[in-house]
């Protein structure tokens, strides 16, 4: 089976950094990537990993180890507006396969 | 930016009913998806399509479901005799094919809800 598993809630306050991990397996792989989903809207792509190691952008960084099945999405100096959810998504020849979502609150 | 439009954003039918639901992709994007995300759960792949045929179906998308590319925008989902358990929100993708480094943009989504 294909599965992408991350935790279900993580709460935080403004300015702080939280961590939220992803740990996968599934039959195929070319990278992955991290969506951000408010409620009632689209997921929205953040970042994407091919190979090993960390790729940052801004605020957020998301890294990968590909031995370890293995990733995380790194989101610094919180804001009111990152409460969310967040989904690691693999992508597998050119689908998607979503994990279960990890919502972030952050308090003031 | 350019973005994927889906319509309508709320679509109530009765259970049995024929639903479509509509998507106008990125104009030059080459690959087109549907997803659905039922209440409080992930997001499910259903169908992948490219050059004008499916390249990729889940489990999910059996002989009720089909997709069509009518006319150079329009990308639509059909569901021929809707479930109960066919409600969700249905998301419609598109990305340029310029490798598997290029994000999915998705639409806001068309809620379905059957009765």
């Known amino acids: 089976g294909q599965s992408l598993e991350q935790p279900s809630e993580v709460t935080a306050v403004e300015g702080a950094i939280v961590q939220i991990n992803c740990t996968y397996q599934t039959s195929g792989f070319y990278g992955l990537s991290w969506y951000q989903q408010h409620d009632g809207g689209a997921p929205t792509f953040l970042s994407y990993n091919a190979l090993d190691g960390l790729e940052e952008t801004g605020r957020f960084s998301s890294f990968l180890s590909r031995s370890d099945s293995y990733g995380y999405l790194l989101l610094q100096e919180l804001q009111m507006k990152d409460s969310a959810s967040y989904f690691c998504a693999v992508i597998n020849t050119d689908k998607l396969i979503f994990g279960t979502g990890t919502r972030l609150q952050v308090f003031p | 930016e350019p973005e994927v439009t889906q319509t309508p954003s709320h679509q109530v039918t009765q259970m049995g009913q024929e639903v479509i639901l509509r998507c106008v992709p990125i104009?030059?994007?080459?690959?087109f998806y549907w997803y659905r995300q039922i209440l409080g759960q992930k997001v499910e792949f259903l169908v992948s399509?490219?050059?004008?045929?499916?390249?990729?179906k889940s489990e999910i998308f059996d002989d009720q479901f089909s997709v069509e590319r009518p006319d150079g925008s329009n990308f639509t989902l059909k569901i021929r005799s809707t479930k109960l358990e066919d409600s969700a929100m249905y998301f419609c993708a598109s990305e340029d094919g310029g490798g598997s480094n290029q994000p999915q943009h998705f639409g806001d989504g068309t809620r379905l809800s059957i009765l």
């Open positions: 104009s030059n994007h080459l690959y």
């Open positions: 399509f490219y050059n004008n045929e499916i390249s990729e």
